[in-house]
């Protein structure tokens, strides 16, 4: 079997990542894109670490459960289906369902830390670097975490401060100038939507071509 193509996808906290990858999975069945996120791979709560005023930091590489994250991906690519139960953030409100990850011609790889850990780093093709202006981010963060997680803006702004930010600086901008792509997402990210699109719709072609031989 042909080994798919791994775009990577990261960028700060609020950058638009998830909206994003919401409008390309619109323009692509299941069949030729794969999409996998980081944040179905956080560890349990309890082990989580807390800072010195005894709040849980979510926001560093230790959250994450890197080698599932990272055996799941190399299975994706050996055409594994994998199955894994949805992060939901803490929010009692949501009931969490079973994610079913089929292998494809292309699979997206997205996530703060996918940069970061050298082992995923090495297995992306292409890297994409969603970038936004700080306010924006902040703005865009207390609106996602107040409406979809139910966290009071204290918490928000306080976590923000003292978490998302130092780990945005330490863990995910100096890999921007790695990026195969930056796109900008201050007003909208309608034109690197477009990149994107195109590109895959070229690997769909290219593996389709293959295939064919």
């Not at 560890?43 to 994250?69: C, M, Y």
């Not at 699979?107 to 996918?114: M, T």
């Not at 409406?147 to 863990?171: A, C, G, K, Q, S």
């Amino acid at each position: 079997m042909k080994k798919p193509f791994i775009i990577g996808i990261t960028g700060g906290s609020g950058s638009g990542k998830t909206t994003f990858i919401k409008e390309l999975r619109n323009h692509f069945s299941e069949a030729e894109l794969c999409i996998i996120s980081q944040d179905d791979f956080y560890r349990p709560r309890e082990e989580q670490q807390t800072d010195e005023a005894g709040v849980t930091n979510f926001d560093l590489p230790r959250s994450i459960d890197k080698k599932a994250f990272v055996k799941d991906v190399k299975r994706l690519i050996a055409g594994e289906t994998v199955t894994r139960p949805e992060y939901t953030f803490n929010n009692q409100k949501v009931k969490p369902r079973m994610l079913i990850f089929n292998p494809a011609p292309v699979i997206l790889v997205e996530g703060l830390f996918v940069f970061h850990f050298k082992k995923m780093r090495k297995l992306i093709d292409l890297k994409v670097f969603l970038h936004a202006k700080e306010n924006l981010k902040v703005i865009r963060r207390i609106k996602r975490d107040q409406i979809e997680r139910n966290y009071p803006i204290e918490d928000v702004l306080y976590r923000y401060e003292r978490h998302v930010m130092p780990t945005f600086e330490r863990y995910i901008r100096p890999y921007m100038d790695e990026a195969d792509l930056i796109i900008n997402n201050n007003e909208h990210f309608v034109n690197g939507l477009e990149v994107m699109k195109g590109f895959i719709r070229f690997k769909l072609e290219q593996f389709a071509a293959t295939i064919k031989e």
